[in-house]
């Protein structure tokens, strides 16, 4: 089990980011940042997160390129005006990586652990036996598991998951819940 009180900044925060920090778009994607909501208090948590947490890293499965359905250079200007607005908040996101593959098995999809280790290569200092992944999914959290996280189960679009689950840490009704009980920064 996690000390939430424990967590500093030698310590990684991995967020997914559909369900997480923005409204999911139900059965399907957002194409651009147009339709791209952030939940309410995401951009606070945000801010407490750059004061608590050493790297903070977005790690999403985005099918919606694989498939033609966008461009990645799409994606990638969600992902600018993303960060600006949150840098605007006193937040921060150090990087970002996705994986559009349609194929379940792939290394870089979720649950694996691949979007996990090419942040652990490119940012060095990550130790994931100090990590923590946050998400709405379930495959989110057997991704923490699998790369030897702890994980924060936000249940903003599956507000009926059975708890206790064996790969769930902790659950949170949204990001500003989980924020607010770590400890002050």
Do not use: C
Not at 12 to 20: A, E, I, K, Q, S
Not at 143 to 155: D, I
């Amino acid at each position: 089990m996690i000390d939430l009180q424990q967590i500093d900044s030698s310590w990684t925060l991995f967020l997914d980011r559909d369900g997480v920090i923005n409204h999911e778009k139900e059965d399907s994607y957002i194409f651009h940042y147009g339709e791209f909501t952030f939940y309410p208090g995401a951009r606070e948590a945000l801010r407490r997160f750059a004061r608590v947490f050493g790297p903070i890293v977005i790690v999403t499965n985005q099918r919606g390129v694989g498939k033609g359905l966008m461009t990645a250079a799409a994606l990638q200007d969600i992902h600018d005006k993303m960060v600006a607005e949150i840098a605007l908040d006193g937040g921060r996101i150090d990087r970002i990586y996705y994986a559009d593959s349609l194929d379940n098995d792939h290394p870089l999809r979720k649950p694996n652990p691949g979007m996990a280790l090419a942040a652990q290569q490119d940012l060095p200092g990550i130790d994931f036996s100090r990590s923590v992944m946050v998400g709405n999914n379930i495959s989110d959290m057997e991704f923490g598991r699998n790369a030897g996280m702890y994980t924060v189960f936000l249940k903003t679009t599956s507000p009926d998951q059975p708890l206790p689950h064996f790969a769930i840490d902790v659950a949170f009704n949204s990001l500003d819940e989980f924020a607010k009980h770590l400890r002050p920064a």
